[in-house]
């Protein structure tokens, strides 16, 4: 009798569950979700956002607010955010949010792309200028430089030169620069046309890496509205009517409940290991594991760990912006390194693996989009490891080789030994508890000392020693 109601008081919970997905809210839309962005965007802030935007879907929310502070990030993850954004059934509002929060870069793109685009007071965005591999900026002259917008207000005759100059505005760049920013120029004033929003601004924030306050951006018509908080936001687009999939939706926010889809542990361990600190360290861990396993045979442990590593930081190399170059010479300075070990070259490889090892990690990343780097520390703390490890084996290899002869034949040549009985020409004498053929060129007596001074085959060239030397012996 009790497992029968056990069992109809689990289903009937499981039922409950089924029918309402978040505790509190039935199944009637009036749900906002909150999604963060917070850092630089890259490939587990896009699986984040998507699988927000896909379940919030599935539960029927009434919006999803995606509260955004960002330096940029990686292209290919801003465009798969913004696909998601535009494919959403669900009406999308970005937010830039704390204050003193911003939405540079890749940042700018996902606020033009959004339904609703909102900022805090005292945030900013633009500086959507791509970098190119190696970081130079593909702008010529001073149009590489950030622009301030304050002269904004209404100097026509200066915007219509600058609408005039844009076409030239990289005739000086290189053609693949020039290909990157007129690329993106076409990507933002599309999604910027598609919403309604100052396409002629977007344009500048990517040629000339233009950026906006808050309050500009709304006075321009760059951003919706400035809401101090969530509610505010909420109460602000009320009753506004956005495009969602080719279909016009009047927002209804009045009494929306606040539901926020944290990242899944699937999604903070990509983001640990798309860390570029991180998989740097998880290569040189997985390199270093298989080698001393190598060396090592039936260590077990080292092999296994190695590679783990490996396989981890191939992933992440994988959807990371890597250059393979600096990943073939990080991996040939490392085997030079270690081979100093088994063959001693005086530094000579040691060396070479250093260098080799700190240009690899230099150029690994192709990109310098903030937080997509390694840190110059880290590769100077490892390289300076590296260093120290070669100089103790050279050190280690120059004392070894200054040392006397402790064993083998060229060992015999300066020992002294005792004659066993007295003898003329050739005799038996005793060295290091061995008993030895003996030729001399003078008679000597038993318990007489003789210096060995030279071997031929199995026979021993002896002197007897000074009274001098034999005190000493």
């Not at 956005?242 to 927002?251: E, F, H, Q, W």
């Not at 442990?301 to 190695?306: I, M, S």
């Amino acid at each position: 009798m009790r497992f029968r109601v056990l069992t109809i008081c689990l289903v009937a919970v499981l039922a409950g569950v089924g029918l309402y997905p978040w505790s509190g809210v039935g199944a009637d839309g009036r749900v906002a979700v909150t999604l963060q962005i917070s850092g630089p965007i890259g490939p587990a802030t896009s699986d984040y956002l998507q699988g927000g935007l896909d379940e919030a879907a599935a539960r029927g929310a009434a919006l999803v607010i995606i509260e955004m502070d960002t330096p940029g990030g990686l292209d290919s993850a801003m465009r798969d955010i913004i696909k998601g954004i535009l494919s959403s059934p669900v009406p999308v509002a970005t937010y830039v949010s704390p204050p003193g929060s911003r939405a540079a870069s890749a940042g700018t793109y996902i606020l033009y792309a959004s339904h609703i685009a909102a900022m805090a007071p005292a945030t900013n965005l633009g500086a959507a200028t791509p970098i190119p591999v190696g970081g130079t900026s593909p702008l010529p002259g001073d149009r590489g430089k950030p622009q301030s917008d304050e002269k904004e207000s209404g100097n026509t005759e200066k915007e219509e030169n600058r609408q005039d100059d844009r076409g030239s505005a990289t005739g000086g760049a290189d053609a693949a620069s020039a290909k990157a920013i007129n690329d993106a120029v076409a990507y933002i004033r599309s999604l910027a046309e598609r919403r309604g929003r100052n396409a002629d601004w977007a344009e500048r924030a990517v040629r000339e890496a233009a950026s906006l306050s808050a309050e500009q951006a709304a006075e321009m018509g760059v951003v919706d509205l400035v809401a101090a908080d969530i509610p505010e936001l909420l109460e602000k687009i009320d009753g506004r009517t956005v495009d969602v999939l080719g279909r016009d939706v009047t927002l209804d926010t009045k009494g929306l409940v606040l539901e926020r889809i944290e990242p899944d542990w699937r999604t903070r361990l990509l983001g640990t290991i798309t860390n570029p600190t991180v998989a740097y360290l998880l290569l040189l861990i997985g390199i270093y594991g298989l080698l001393f396993e190598g060396y090592n045979p039936g260590a077990i442990l080292p092999g296994v760990a190695g590679a783990i590593c490996l396989l981890l930081a191939a992933y992440a190399f994988q959807i990371l912006p890597v250059n393979y170059a600096g990943l073939g010479l990080i991996a040939l300075g490392i085997i030079l390194m270690i081979s100093e070990i088994f063959v001693p070259s005086f530094g000579a490889l040691g060396i070479g693996g250093i260098i080799a090892f700190v240009a690899g990690s230099i150029i690994l990343m192709d990109t310098d989009v903030p937080g997509f780097g390694i840190p110059r520390g880290l590769i100077a703390s490892i390289g300076l490891l590296g260093g120290g490890m070669v100089m103790a084996i050279v050190w280690l290899a120059v004392r070894a080789r200054r040392r006397p002869v402790v064993s083998g034949i060229e060992e015999m040549v300066g020992s002294v030994g005792e004659a066993v009985a007295d003898f003329a020409d050739t005799g038996h004498i005793l060295v290091h508890g061995e008993l030895w053929k003996a030729r001399t060129p003078v008679p000597v007596r038993k318990g007489q000392k003789l210096r060995v001074s030279a071997v031929e085959g199995l026979q021993l060239s002896v002197t007897p020693l000074e009274p001098e030397e034999t005190r000493n012996a």
